[in-house]
């Protein structure tokens, strides 16, 4: 058994892959991130734990990939409702960015309460606040190239005219993914489409009088 | 020993008091708040377990009253800072509600920063994350509280129209809140005065050209 000849990746069965995946979301959500093993991955997962140990180094890998994988199929699914041909990897430009920011904030907040991505991104979220290793690490590959595609955005529409030239695109966005975040991690209010569209509103406009 | 009569709450000692919401906080951002004891609490403050269970029925309820007793020191320490005579219970009302905002939000900043807040506070927000009953709890306690507090201000603000007519205070506070909580959770970027500065900025006038 031991000594086997690793396979080559391109052997790399599918099934297995999203076995794994599965598997490693759901456990996460169940017991947590510093309770997940391996060992429960691959028993879950129905594969020996030296495929996963030969695919990715560690747990943070297996799980990482999980979530890059999760967020793929919720953009598949949201170009796919959107009658797009090929897969969005950015904010939608219409030339309109109070519509765009409304479109992709309420699929926003639908992945938010969306229970398969809700249990295993609440693990994640609340290990990243203790743990600054794996917090930093899913900030630079999954969450940071994700505020990007905001600073891109806000970045054409200030070409446009319609963001205001002093506005740095990168404090900008926060004005909606952090109270998105706040309510969803702290359950400060509810997650609807109502409070996307204000948040729009309120982060173009101002709260002062105009 | 057992079966002592229990003193009346008068005769608590201050400092045992002190002793315990100091160890309460250490400890949780130590070993996490799963992992903290009642027991724990004890050895490191110096008292019997039966004096904490005499005055709290549970650890959740220590770890209240040790966070309420430290964000009333802050509050005292800014009240001081400010040379006011009386601790302030408000957001301060000077009549200019960017200046009054700006104020608030540099010293949540400095809390924020403050490795004694810091440490007991990260352990019980990620825990808040995904245990929902001491979420609620937390919520409903301390953190609404503090965001009642903004409306009370955006109220005002309103009524000296400073604050747009259409505006619901309760989402508007979130436009600050809301980023400083991600960046403090997610560290998705520096906390500095400069930085929040700007979010008061943002969300009064909006990032649209005016």
Request: glycine letters at 6%; proline letters at 6%.
């Amino acid at each position: 058994m031991a000594q086997k000849t690793a396979p080559d990746s391109t052997r790399r069965s599918e099934r297995s892959r999203r076995a794994i995946y599965e598997a490693a979301l759901a456990l996460v959500g169940e017991v947590g991130y510093p309770k997940m093993t391996i060992e429960a991955i691959a028993a879950r997962a129905g594969v020996g734990k030296q495929t996963i140990y030969r695919w990715w180094p560690s747990k943070s890998a297996v799980l990482l990939d999980a979530f890059l994988d999760l967020s793929e199929q919720a953009s598949a699914e949201l170009s796919e409702k959107a009658g797009l041909d090929e897969v969005a990897t950015a904010i939608p430009d219409t030339g309109d960015l109070e519509a765009d920011l409304k479109y992709v904030l309420r699929a926003t907040v639908d992945e938010m309460t969306n229970p398969k991505f809700d249990a295993p991104a609440r693990a994640l979220a609340a290990e990243g606040v203790v743990n600054e290793q794996l917090g930093a690490e899913f900030l630079e590959k999954l969450l940071e190239p994700q505020l990007q595609l905001y600073v891109d955005r806000l970045r054409a529409a200030k070409e446009q005219g319609q963001v205001a030239p002093g506005i740095d695109p990168r404090i900008a966005l926060e004005l909606w993914t952090g109270p998105l975040a706040q309510r969803w991690m702290q359950r400060t209010g509810p997650l609807s489409h109502a409070y996307a569209d204000k948040l729009v509103e309120y982060a173009l406009y101002g709260i002062a009088p105009r």
